[in-house]
């Protein structure tokens, strides 16, 4: 079955610093990708998807593009805010019924 | 557009109690799931309905959990009797048939199993 790998957290950064959070996997098959977010407090929710190679997702100034080669989804922005800090998981999606396997998420917090 | 609906919210039971979770998705979801989300890794599919019907439920364990989804809107998923690795937040999610992978979760009912 599908497999996502995320980097090891906790990451804290200061306010307006550039962020990465990287992303691999392993698929049967040709996935989409995502990335959901959970805010204190709140339910998961996607923050951006890719359905194809060379895609590029983006949504609240965060970005990721679809690397095939690399098997890689890696999560950037390029000037984080204190109301960024959140639980960021990386998922894929294949099969005719879409499973959504997710990583372990890593935790963000920023810092003002 | 009111949102997935979940309750209760937090529950706090002994091992070999058991407990039930309710799950309301967005109106015209045909498609629901429930994830385990035990602390500190990612949610896990348990078992994923199209309407009321069961499309994959490889990864719950039947010999203790169950879950139905009646008329193919609300569902609710049982586990008895509960063990101390079943301590966890339960999600619900659903979607449209339209956008697979696009999931939109409840705020989860956390369970603690003593």
């Known amino acids: 079955g599908d497999s996502v790998t995320q980097m090891e957290g906790p990451v804290t950064l200061s306010e307006e610093a550039f962020l990465t959070i990287n992303c691999t996997y392993t698929?049967?098959?040709?996935?989409?990708l995502f990335w959901y977010v959970q805010y204190p407090g709140e339910g998961l929710q996607l923050l951006l998807k890719a359905t194809k190679a060379d895609d590029k997702g983006s949504n609240k100034g965060f970005e990721a593009t679809y690397r095939k080669e690399t098997t890689s989804f890696h999560l950037e922005k390029g000037s984080v805010q204190v109301s960024d800090s959140a639980v960021y998981f990386c998922?894929?999606?294949?099969?005719?019924?879409?499973?959504?396997?997710f990583g372990k998420g890593i935790t963000l917090s920023v810092r003002p | 557009e009111a949102g997935v609906a979940q309750s209760p919210r937090y529950k706090i039971i002994e091992k070999r109690q058991s407990v039930a979770f309710w799950c309301n998705p967005i109106s015209g979801h045909a498609t629901l799931y429930w994830y385990q989300q035990i602390l500190g890794q990612g949610p896990k599919l348990l078992i994923q309905?199209?309407?009321?019907?069961?499309?994959?439920d490889s990864q719950l364990p039947k010999d203790r959990f169950s879950a139905e989804r009646l008329k193919g809107v609300d569902s609710t998923l049982k586990i008895q009797p509960a063990k101390l690795e079943d301590s966890a937040v339960y999600l619900c999610a659903s979607r449209t048939y339209r956008a697979p992978g696009e999931l939109f979760f409840g705020e989860g009912s956390r369970l603690t199993v003593l």
């Open positions: 309905f199209q309407n009321n019907g069961v499309v994959d």
């Open positions: 698929a049967t098959g040709y996935p989409s």
């Open positions: 998922a894929t999606a294949t099969g005719a019924n879409s499973k959504l396997t």
